[in-house]
């Protein structure tokens, strides 16, 4: 169990400066053509959707190291586990926003009659497929933490078929098989 929370730890620390970058590159993004006008990321429901997502998982991130401090906060793993759950599944719908809005500007879509822009507005696109990058690279440490974090609440659990006193127990103790295995 010890052994997971140094890499808990740091993938906790990698979040806050990739959803930090990807939302200062996302928030900070505009760019004006003396032709078609000026083009900021507000214009664009799904990059302000990205936008937001950050600056929550971020914040959580934050949060959750500031009280893995306390120790009796390990009596919320399963609060942790459905919070990491939720950041991942937020991460995952921003990107998906935001990568379809990328799309659109990137190829346009004829059956609408919609053109591309980044001909037009390149560094706007470009700021903006690193932004998409960092929000990926966050994505991916909040998947693994949410691995790490169903990993711990699950080994707290009995397996199927172990037949004992608290059979659906999933007590914060150690689990009964390991106990069971060490008393053998």
Same mark, same amino acid.
């Given at each position: 169990?010890?052994?997971?929370?140094?890499?808990?730890?740091?993938?906790?620390?990698?979040?806050?400066?990739? !959803? /930090?970058?990807?939302?200062? =590159?996302?928030?900070?993004?505009?760019?004006? *053509?003396?032709? %078609?006008? =000026?083009?900021?990321?507000? *214009?664009?429901?799904?990059?302000?959707?990205?936008?937001?997502?950050?600056?929550?998982?971020?914040?959580?991130?934050?949060?959750?190291?500031?009280? +893995? +401090?306390?120790?009796?906060?390990?009596? %919320?793993?399963? @609060?942790?586990?459905?919070?990491?759950?939720?950041? !991942? %599944?937020?991460?995952?719908? +921003?990107?998906?926003?935001?990568?379809?809005?990328?799309? @659109?500007?990137?190829?346009?879509?004829? *059956?609408?009659?919609?053109?591309?822009?980044?001909? %037009?507005?390149?560094? $706007?696109?470009?700021?903006?497929?690193?932004? @998409? !990058? @960092? &929000?990926?690279?966050?994505?991916?440490?909040? /998947?693994?933490?949410?691995?790490?974090?169903?990993?711990? /609440? $699950?080994?707290?659990?009995?397996?199927?078929?172990?037949?004992?006193?608290?059979?659906?127990?999933?007590?914060?103790?150690?689990?009964? &098989? #390991? #106990?069971?295995?060490?008393?053998?």
């Amino acid at each position: 169990m010890a052994a997971m929370k140094l890499p808990e730890l740091a993938l906790r620390l990698c979040v806050i400066p990739l !959803a /930090v970058a990807s939302l200062w =590159e996302m928030a900070t993004n505009r760019q004006a *053509d003396d032709t %078609y006008g =000026e083009v900021k990321f507000s *214009d664009l429901s799904g990059f302000n959707y990205l936008v937001g997502i950050n600056a929550v998982t971020a914040a959580y991130a934050v949060a959750s190291i500031l009280l +893995s +401090s306390f120790k009796s906060f390990g009596q %919320y793993d399963w @609060l942790v586990l459905i919070l990491d759950q939720t950041s !991942a %599944y937020l991460l995952v719908t +921003s990107a998906s926003a935001a990568a379809e809005v990328l799309q @659109l500007a990137r190829h346009g879509d004829r *059956d609408v009659s919609w053109g591309e822009v980044c001909s %037009y507005f390149g560094r $706007f696109c470009g700021k903006a497929t690193v932004s @998409l !990058a @960092l &929000h990926i690279a966050a994505l991916a440490c909040f /998947v693994a933490l949410s691995l790490v974090s169903a990993s711990r /609440v $699950f080994t707290k659990c009995h397996p199927p078929g172990v037949v004992s006193s608290a059979a659906a127990d999933c007590s914060d103790s150690e689990p009964k &098989h #390991a #106990a069971q295995e060490q008393g053998k």
